[in-house]
C-alpha cells in the first residue's frame, strides 16, 4: 500500500516539534521513535477521535496506521521514516 499525501501528513505530525510552524522542525528524541510506539500513537489518536466523537473522516488516519503496520523489518521501517522525513533533515 502506498502512503497518500493527506497519510505522509498524518504521519509526519508525530516526528514535528510544532507541524504548524512556518518552519517545522523534527523533534530530535522522536526520530528515534521505535515502529511499535508509531502504532500506539495512530491508535490512541484515533480512538481519542472517536471518543470524542469529533466529525472526522477517519480513514486516512486507519489507512496511515495499516501502511505502518505492514513494515515488516527494522530495516525497512528505518527506510521508510528516511523518507517520510527527507524534507524536513
Same mark, same amino acid.
Given at each position: ?5 493527506? *497519510?505522509?501528513? $498524518? ?12 518552519r517545522p522542525k523534527i523533534h530530535p528524541?522522536?526520530?528515534?521513535m521505535k515502529k511499535n510506539r508509531l ?6 489518536? $484515533? ?23 505492514? $513494515? ?14 527527507? *524534507?524536513?533533515?
Open positions: 500500500m502506498t502512503l497518500t499525501e493527506e *497519510n505522509r501528513f $498524518i504521519l509526519i505530525q508525530f516526528f514535528l516539534v510544532d507541524p504548524l510552524s512556518q528524541k522522536r526520530l528515534e502504532i500506539k500513537e495512530l491508535r490512541d489518536m $484515533i480512538s481519542d477521535y472517536k471518543e470524542s466523537e469529533i466529525d472526522i473522516d477517519l480513514e486516512s488516519y486507519q489507512e496511515a496506521l495499516k501502511v505502518v503496520k505492514e $513494515i515488516k523489518t527494522a530495516e525497512e521501517y528505518s527506510d521508510f521514516i528516511d523518507d517520510l522525513l527527507r *524534507n524536513y533533515l
